[in-house]
């Protein structure tokens, strides 16, 4: 079926090509999720996609280089046949790409595709010379810093054990003296843990020092894996990019939806797996997704049965994500 979502298993683990998908910073995006369900060095409280099972900061070998870029090819070659645009190959996953011992060898693969390749990092293996150096192969790449103060990092992020705040800050500021591409940072602010002034203060001269492109400055939008994770006040957001622009050119806000322009693929099944596992998906967006396929609600509802997606609720609307052990064991977020 042209412009299918791929799952791919190798050694029993599972990639997903998805998308594209509309993203706020990058236009349409073909998102590829090549790392084993929340495999992470974080666990973070305001996670969209729930709690981490077994936080990790070990790089591994997961999917076949090659493979990834055969089926990433394929993807790509029957999409434009379509006629959809692909701004970027994304690897952003539902866990940590650079967790993925192959990620730059995969980035070096997809080049030909002449398509420009994006990383969503949590930053925390940024301090290691081998994930910069690949990190640097890629044409835009995000930087997650949501606090530069142990205390915040380790309540907003619950990193692993082995790492360390100094190692984290250090790489950062390696790795954006070293970029040619474009670097972009994302800060999640949670009311009541990194959004005083004397948090946004300390974040702010950080920033500065990084130099991004674009700062973005984000709210939990979607269901939290922690239900007191919530958004600071109108008041504490404003104040915050007001503060981080004293030190960073370019501040934007990245609160909004950004909207319900999902390419379908009319292989339902495998296109609500895929985006529900790194993007939960609104049940207004779903349900055109289905329009689109020719499907209707009861295949949510068989999926849901089968115990491959949860259904669940958050700031007044439903909500579908990808299910996984110990991720969620509440069913209403308020």
């Not at 970027?88 to 940590?96: N, P």
């Not at 999640?188 to 005083?196: H, P």
């Not at 289905?290 to 609600?297: F, I």
Request: charged share 25%; proline share 5%; glycine share 8%.
């Amino acid at each position: 079926m042209p412009g299918r979502t791929v799952v791919l298993k190798e050694d029993g683990r599972i990639m997903f090509i998805f998308g594209p998908v509309p993203s706020r910073r990058l236009g349409r995006s073909l998102g590829l999720d090549t790392i084993p369900a929340k495999a992470c060095s974080y666990s973070c409280v305001y996670c969209q996609l729930g709690r981490t099972c077994s936080v990790q900061s070990a790089r591994r070998r997961f999917c076949r280089p090659e493979t990834i870029a055969v089926e990433v090819e394929r993807a790509v070659r029957r999409l434009t046949e379509r006629g959809e645009r692909i701004d970027y190959l994304t690897f952003v996953a539902d866990g940590e790409p650079t967790l993925d011992l192959n990620l730059g060898r995969e980035i070096e693969l997809l080049r030909p595709l002449g398509i420009k390749i994006a990383v969503i990092t949590n930053s925390s293996l940024i301090w290691r010379s081998d994930v910069r150096a690949e990190l640097a192969l890629a044409d835009w790449v995000s930087l997650k810093v949501d606090a530069v103060d142990g205390d915040a990092w380790h309540r907003i992020n619950r990193p692993a054990a082995t790492l360390r705040l100094a190692d984290f800050l250090g790489g950062m500021a390696l790795f954006a003296d070293e970029f040619t591409g474009t670097l972009t940072t994302e800060t999640m602010l949670v009311s009541g843990i990194n959004d005083s002034e004397t948090e946004l203060e300390m974040l702010a001269a950080f920033l500065g020092e990084l130099k991004p492109d674009v700062s973005y400055v984000a709210v939990p939008i979607r269901p939290p894996t922690e239900r007191w994770a919530t958004p600071p006040t109108a008041e504490a957001l404003n104040r915050a990019v007001q503060i981080i622009s004293g030190s960073v050119e370019r501040v934007e806000y990245l609160t909004g939806y950004e909207g319900n322009d999902f390419t379908g693929s009319g292989d339902v099944t495998a296109d609500l797996l895929g985006i529900t596992g790194v993007h939960p998906l609104r049940e207004d967006a779903a349900r055109e997704l289905l329009v689109k396929a020719g499907s209707d609600w009861s295949e949510v509802e068989r999926l849901i049965d089968r115990g491959l997606l949860l259904e669940t609720t958050y700031d007044g609307r439903k909500f579908l994500l990808r299910m996984r052990p110990c991720a969620f064991p509440l069913k209403t977020m308020h």
